[in-house]
């Protein structure tokens, strides 16, 4: 009986299966970075499978994801189809034309506008993503 109750030593796939999963939930939401960080730490240094089960015992097993939508992309594959069909080639050209002016017109005009917020929205990113890596502390070996 004593062999049953005996803790599985982790590999190291286990470990970094659990820091994925720690991480997916961080994404989620449900954990905090400095959560995210001693957690991940305790899985890098955990011995055993309990050790890992214990580091995520209080979150779901899986976040859902959600599967993308098949039906509107067929509808709009469809609709197209159906406008290729019904329209005359002409009418699609001069349309196509006439939409491409004005996406270059609004492009130039409000250059003022969405250049700064690109580059706003740039730097959010960049700052978002080397706050969301777990650092690490390396400590110095004493002489």
Do not use: N
Request: cysteine-free; glycine content about 2%.
């Amino acid at each position: 009986m004593a062999i049953l109750q005996r803790d599985v030593r982790a590999s190291d796939h286990d470990r970094e299966a659990a820091v994925a999963l720690l991480k997916t939930h961080y994404a989620d939401g449900r954990l905090a970075e400095h959560e995210l960080s001693w957690r991940s730490d305790a899985a890098y240094r955990a011995v055993g499978l309990r050790d890992l089960r214990l580091l995520t015992s209080d979150l779901p097993a899986a976040p859902r994801r959600r599967r993308p939508p098949v039906v509107p992309l067929a509808l709009l594959v469809l609709a197209i189809a159906a406008w290729l069909v019904l329209v005359p080639l002409e009418v699609t050209l001069a349309l196509v034309l006439i939409f491409s002016v004005l996406t270059m017109l609004a492009g130039f005009l409000l250059a003022p506008v969405w250049i700064p917020l690109l580059l706003a929205f740039v730097a959010y990113r960049v700052i978002r993503a080397r706050s969301a890596q777990p650092q690490r502390h390396h400590r110095s070996a004493v002489i």
